[in-house]
Each structure stands twice: as structure tokens, then as C-alpha cells.
């Protein structure tokens, strides 16, 4: 590797022209979101109506003809819309700002660095997207189903159609959802399902930080396991179809971590071969070294036997 790919950008400025861009920066950020945001609230309605979408197929495939959402304070659906506004509006300004953000790290940053945090900035909201989606797609779906399926469909019906007659016994049980209510739980399941689709790209840059090879992650395989079942049992409803759908997914994308950090090793051994400080004598005799370190002590041992 030559010094050209490792020099900074030459930039010894003082710390007041930091300051002063990092103002600049968060300026033009702030007003990327508020632009956004002003443009999904333009659009809040049919928003609210594409995120409401698998809550009213739900509703339908019960026996429910005409799917009714109600609200119940006068302010509430107006904030139901600032909310959808603020995160729509940073999705749409997340370029902008990802921008604004890359422009005043990169003159701090090597060449070799910059070729290696660029693809991530790029892959995150992709990956983001696709859990977004997936969630709602898939995982919200299911979830109404399984909140909504204890509601006999008979019930829907007999609410919808007025016969006029007054019941002797028995009370009806029927669904009147709140705007704020569903949407706040289709709303975490799209940022908790873009979160774990994010675990490729954490990983791999723990990896190019030397902070996780592929052989740790491998042997803690097991651990992952016990912790991706206790994340589908909390982030999901109590539905074992679901479950089973996270814990596949997040368990998928852990293996592609694995696979991606074992390339991230196998690209450093190479370069450090190149620049020869990789030692293969040394690295054999560091093995040797370890495995003896494994062995029992037989002076342990043997104060083992006499405390017994």
C-alpha cells in the first residue's frame, strides 16, 4: 500500500471552521428533514391508508365489509399525521443527510477508510428498506391475524347489520381500533424488523474494525441462537408462526454476517501478507502456544487430588 492511499486530505483548519461547518452541515440536514416532512404531510392521508392496508385486509377476510378506524380526542388525528410526517420526512432527507454527514467526516479520513465506510453508507438504508418492507408485508399481516382471529366473524357481522331487535342475553364483542393504536404497532414493527436487517452491516464493520473475526462469531453461534429466540418472543405476538419467521430471517442474515466477516479476514491476511508482517511460523508457534495453554496443569491437578 503506498502513502498516497493513506494520506489525509489536507486540512489543518482551526476548530472554529470545524464548528462553523458542522453548523452548516446540521443546517442544511435540518431543513432536508423539514422539507420531507412537509412533503409527507402534504400526503399524510394516504400514508396512513398504505400503513393501514394489512389491519384492514384483517378486518375483511373476518367478515368485516366496510373496516371502520375511529379516534377519540380531537387532536389525535392530526398527531397521528405529524407523526407519520417526521418519519417519512427522514427517510426521504436520509440521503441528504447521509451526505451532509459524509462531507464533514471524510477530510478526516484515509483513502483506504473512505473505500470502506462508503459501501455501508450505502447498503444501510437498503437493508433498512427491505426490513421495513418485510415487516410490512409479511410480520403485520400475521400479526393482525393473530390479535384479531380471537374475534368471531359473526360478531363483525352483527355489528354492521341493525336488525332492530333488542337481545336478552349475551353482549357483543367488536372491534373498534384506534387510528394511533394500530398504527403505533405497525410503526414498530417496521423500525424494529430495519434494525435487525442492520446486523449484516454492523458486524462486517466490527469485522473491518478488528473488533470480530468469522471463527468468534462461529463458535458463539450458539449464543446467537438463544439470543435471536429471545428477540422474536419480544418483538413479535405470541404466535409461533411469526416467531419462527424472525428467528429464520435474523438467523439468515447472522450467517451472511459470518460470511461477510470471513471475507473482511481473508482480504487482511492478504494485505498483511503483502506488507509482510503476516508470520506464518510465528502464527504456528502462537497455535502451539494456545494449546498448551488448554492443557490441564498437572500442579492443578495435583491440588485438586489433595483437596479432595
Not at 55 to 84: K, S, W
Not at 127 to 152: E, K, R, T
Request: proline letters at 5%; glycine letters at 6%; aromatic letters at 10%.
Amino acid at each position: 500500500m503506498s502513502a498516497t492511499d493513506n494520506d489525509i486530505d489536507d486540512s489543518a483548519a482551526p476548530l472554529i471552521e470545524h464548528l462553523a461547518e458542522l453548523r452548516t452541515r446540521l443546517i442544511r440536514s435540518v431543513l432536508a428533514f423539514v422539507v420531507g416532512m412537509i412533503i409527507c404531510f402534504s400526503f399524510g392521508s394516504a400514508i396512513l391508508d398504505f400503513l393501514l392496508v394489512p389491519i384492514e385486509n384483517t378486518m375483511r377476510n373476518l367478515g368485516n365489509p366496510n373496516p371502520v378506524m375511529q379516534y377519540t380526542a380531537p387532536q389525535e388525528y392530526f398527531f397521528t399525521l405529524i407523526r407519520i410526517s417526521m418519519v417519512g420526512g427522514l427517510a426521504i432527507s436520509f440521503p441528504v443527510i447521509a451526505t451532509q454527514l459524509w462531507r464533514f467526516v471524510a477530510p478526516g479520513l484515509y483513502k483506504s477508510e473512505k473505500n470502506a465506510f462508503l459501501p455501508f453508507l450505502v447498503a444501510s438504508p437498503v437493508l433498512f428498506l427491505m426490513g421495513a418492507a418485510f415487516a410490512h408485508y409479511v410480520v403485520v399481516p400475521l400479526a393482525m391475524q393473530f390479535f384479531l382471529g380471537f374475534s368471531d366473524a359473526a360478531s363483525y357481522l352483527s355489528a354492521m347489520i341493525a336488525t332492530g331487535e333488542a337481545k336478552t342475553s349475551g353482549i357483543d364483542i367488536v372491534f373498534n381500533g384506534k387510528v394511533n393504536e394500530s398504527l403505533d404497532i405497525t410503526l414498530k414493527m417496521i423500525v424494529a424488523f430495519g434494525l435487525c436487517f442492520q446486523l449484516p452491516v454492523l458486524l462486517t464493520l466490527m469485522g473491518k474494525a478488528g473488533l470480530v473475526n468469522a471463527e468468534g462469531l462461529r463458535n458463539v453461534r450458539k449464543y446467537a441462537l438463544v439470543g435471536i429466540l429471545l428477540l422474536a418472543a419480544l418483538v413479535t405476538p405470541p404466535d409461533v408462526v411469526t416467531q419462527l419467521i424472525l428467528f429464520v430471517v435474523v438467523y439468515g442474515l447472522y450467517e451472511i454476517s459470518i460470511f461477510l466477516v470471513s471475507r473482511v479476514d481473508a482480504k487482511r491476511e492478504k494485505q498483511l501478507r503483502e506488507d509482510g508482517f503476516y508470520d506464518e511460523e510465528d502464527e504456528a508457534d502462537f497455535d502451539a502456544m494456545a494449546d498448551e495453554m488448554d492443557r490441564e496443569d498437572p500442579i492443578v491437578e495435583e491440588t485438586k487430588d489433595d483437596l479432595k
